[in-house]
């Protein structure tokens, strides 16, 4: 049985940080690209950031980069979201899949790979922004 379980979240003043787990039993990490994803109320759910399985190529929102760092322990079949000065636009639940490939921009839109929608996925950790 696979299991992501992600862990991590909670309530996190604006400016401050925190780090996001996704811990994958079930399947060898190494094998699969890891996405972070987040959905937030009323609106559509986007993909953050990813790290591929190949090269360990990354991809990012454009509203993260430069805030959020993903990394993977492949040994500890574990990923991680380093998150730093948060704003309370990041306030969100926030899932973490296991698929092949990362999104990529195209155009100024995100192409996500169809994988994910067969993919496996956590049942997310809620992430709240707010002073």
């Known amino acids: 049985q696979v299991q992501l379980v992600e862990s991590g979240g909670g309530l996190v003043q604006p400016g401050g940080s925190t780090r996001l787990t996704c811990a994958v039993s079930?399947?060898?990490?190494?094998?699969?690209?890891v996405g972070w994803f987040r959905q937030a109320p009323g609106k559509e759910r986007e993909g953050v950031s990813c790290?591929?399985?190949?090269?360990?190529?990354?991809f990012y929102l454009d509203s993260v980069k430069g805030r959020f760092t993903i990394s993977r322990d492949n040994a500890k079949n574990t990923a991680y979201l380093q998150m730093n000065s948060l704003k309370p636009e990041d306030t969100a639940v926030y899932y973490c899949?296991?698929?092949?490939?990362?999104?990529?921009?195209?155009?100024?839109?995100?192409?996500?790979?169809?994988?994910?929608?067969?993919?496996?996925w956590g049942q997310g950790t809620q992430v709240t922004v707010s002073s």
């Open positions: 079930g399947v060898t990490l190494a094998h699969f690209a």
């Open positions: 790290i591929d399985s190949s090269d360990d190529s990354t």
């Open positions: 899949a296991a698929a092949w490939g990362c999104p990529t921009y195209s155009g100024g839109s995100i192409i996500y790979p169809k994988s994910y929608e067969t993919g496996y």
